[in-house]
């Protein structure tokens, strides 16, 4: 389908090129969203995408995952179904891959075939394996502190990884400095407006199994907000058809070390220097580029924005997997004190459906006292 990119800062819109990462309008630096010439369609899942034919979306496996409900937290909690959608079950074992297939296979059909990247988790480790099963090169720039597993498995798959000092936004200017002096685009999934086209797919999945009886509350842990903004790209496709159907309240989880998309959503200032470290590196991020249109999804679906901390991530993320049998990485298990938090409030109500994204495998990032 034919597509324009439009900046999310300033609306210019311009045609699309894998060789600009954020919209060239001076002191804008806005990041981009895909936008259709033509909306007219029946099936948005295989035709609103970024790619000449869907035939083309490289396949290694992404997508459709399980959904299962939760027995005795259904119970625990007082709440009518408590479903989990285990993205883990994705081939890098996290909900990346959805963003990584879509981003990889638009930047092959413009004949790209080298790029930089810079992630220190998830989403290195997904573009490491769909540029391997692509034949892209990629340079994945990481802070030299990364977790160790996380960087191997980037390495596994034989990108090039670069350890760069200092902390996380010293790997992002090292790979835009890298990318202009190599002329290799930058292709950033939290920039990557393809990324996002690719998540939309988790939102689909869930139309389709749900069918007439939808959610009512979907909680998400938000980073950049990538599955958040695709998931409510897709109901918002789906409403065009069907006006109809019910859009689930999109609810954004991140840390109180770490928390800028919160503090817009509840109108307060937060700069980067206030955070503090904290064990959900997932959504460790300063500064994300998607964080207005994060605030807008969860504004638009009467959503609410909830900070939590690093002891009761902890906490659920035992509780998930001793009452319910789902080891969750540790960033994924602040939905469940999301949740927690959302039920006391009497926000999420007991005769209410709730849906949980599990969005990476407890391995990847394993709680320090595991194997000892
Ligand atoms: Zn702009």
């Known amino acids: 389908m034919k597509y324009n990119f439009v900046c999310l800062n300033c609306n210019k819109t311009i045609k699309p090129n894998p060789n600009i990462s954020t919209c060239p309008e001076p002191n804008c630096e806005g990041a981009f969203e895909i936008v259709y010439t033509n909306t007219n369609t029946k099936s948005p899942q295989e035709t609103l995408i970024p790619l000449s034919n869907i035939s083309n979306l490289t396949y290694l496996g992404q997508g459709n995952t399980p959904i299962v409900r939760l027995n005795t937290l259904s119970d625990n909690f007082g709440i009518n179904n408590i479903y989990a959608k285990l993205e883990y079950m994705n081939p890098t074992g996290s909900f990346k891959d959805r963003g990584s297939a879509m981003m990889i296979s638009a930047l092959s059909e413009f004949g790209i075939n080298e790029i930089v990247e810079d992630s220190s988790g998830n989403a290195g480790a997904s573009i490491s394996a769909y540029s391997a099963y692509s034949k892209i090169k990629s340079h994945i720039f990481v802070p030299e502190n990364a977790p160790k597993n996380k960087v191997s498995q980037i390495q596994l798959y034989g990108s090039i990884v670069h ?76 409403k065009k ?57 969860i504004k638009k679906t009467n959503g609410q924005g909830i900070k939590v901390s690093d002891e009761s991530i902890l906490k659920w993320q035992k509780e998930l997997a001793r009452k319910d049998g789902i080891f969750a990485e540790i960033t994924s298990a602040a939905v469940l004190s999301g949740l927690d938090k959302l039920v006391k409030q009497k926000i999420i109500l007991p005769d209410e459906n709730v849906l949980l994204p599990i969005t990476g495998f407890g391995l990847k990032d394993p709680p320090k006292d595991l194997f000892n």
């Open 241 to 297: 058809i069907n006006p109809d159907i019910k859009i689930p309240k999109h609810h954004g989880i991140q840390t109180e070390s770490i928390s800028p998309i919160i503090e817009i959503f509840s109108n307060n200032n937060w700069y980067p220097e206030q955070a503090k470290s904290t064990i959900a590196n997932g959504i460790a991020i300063l500064n994300p580029p998607r964080k207005y249109q994060s605030v807008n999804v």
């Open 163 to 238: 350890k760069i000092p200092g902390p996380r936004d010293n790997s992002t200017i090292a790979a835009i400095k890298y990318s202009e002096e190599n002329s290799i685009p930058y292709s950033s999934h939290n920039l990557s407006p393809f990324f996002i086209e690719g998540t939309k797919s988790f939102g689909h999945e869930i139309i389709k199994h749900f069918n007439n009886k939808q959610p009512d509350h979907i909680l998400f842990p938000i980073g950049n907000g990538s599955l958040l903004i695709g998931s409510y790209k897709a109901y918002d496709e789906i």
